[in-house]
């Protein structure tokens, strides 16, 4: 049987592992450079059943989004860095009151308005913290178009085995650049479906009530069951609640679910990390730039190697301190003021080695731009 290969751009590989995962319902409102994703799903879903909803801002997205997962839709809208700022107030209710979803984010410069056809990778701590309250997040990345399909496809599986929103933090230059990408066929990458309560009709139904694996049954809102939904503190049956073991168990199962379950969670590419004394960091469109230049190194005799992260909440600390753990310089290489730096401080053991190789002005870093910081470093003696 003959490969199903494609040349398209990334945010069409996005929609192609949307597609491929189940997506049955889209909400979104044009914004550079995300657009396209709303635009080949509009056109794509009615096709196979789903439905497509250009809604009138992107509030009202992220809304329509919510809804339709309750009624129990695979649902995903789309965006960049303002639409995504005003979206973070619904994002924090489907963190609250556990609705699956996927939120692409195709980040472009900031604050603000910005750089709208330029590259960043500035939105990264936004997504960890961008809606207010203690919570925890799943946000995936990708370097490559068949990453980019292939995250897409675990955004959804994770929504629905943690009933969780998961934000697809893809960037500028990856979103509109083409490159091959190979369609898997079905059933080559596993797809995890919503999980059903088996509770019939008139069966009391607690829709907030984990089972013994963490996860928790869903029933269609308007289906065989009636229960309420609250972006409030709330018991086991849905219903607002002060109580403080109420308040305090509900918090904290709603991180614990998420952090308890980095290692699952967890995705990550290495390469000549076997025996790498400078290990750089990457994650993006950034990682590409870090893989050709550790290449050419390597071919020169340089013991320099690359850790892609592709997941980047929940932070993967204990990861991070075991690559890192014989290297004598970290390079973390990003396009913001070092956003997953701090993070990588604060997991190593000598955190006074760990550097930043960065540019925040619209363009992409390139091999030459880490290369020149490298040879600083390494003309200190470090």
Known sequence: MSKNIRFIQGNEACVEGAIYAGINFFAGYPITPSTEIAELLSARLPEKGGKFIQMEDEIASMCAIIGASLTGNKVMTATSGPGFSLKQEAIGYACMAEIPCVIANVQRGGPSTGNPTHVSQGDI????????????????????????????????????????PVVLLFVEAVGHMREKLVIPEEGELEIIDRLRTSLGKGVDYHPYLP??????????????????????????????????????????????????NVQAITRYKEYSMEDADYVMISYGSAARSAIHLAKERRARGEKIGVLELQSIWPFPTELIREKCADAKVVLVVEMNMGQIMAQVKAAVEKPHRVFLANRIDGHLITPADIKKLLRVIQGRGV
């Open 211 to 260: 089972r013994e694996d963490g996860r928790l049954p869903m029933s269609d809102f308007g289906g065989e069951h009636r229960y309420n939904v609250t972006g409030l503190f709330h018991d086991m049956w849905g219903f607002p609640s002060n109580n403080p073991k109420t308040v305090n168990e509900l918090l904290r199962h709603l991180v614990d679910k998420i952090e308890n």
């Open 125 to 164: 701590n936004q997504a960890r913290w961008g809606t207010h309250g203690d919570h925890s997040i799943i946000a995936l990345t990708a370097s490559n178009h068949q990453d980019v399909f292939t995250m897409t496809v675990d955004a959804f599986n994770m929504a629905e085995t943690y009933r969780t």
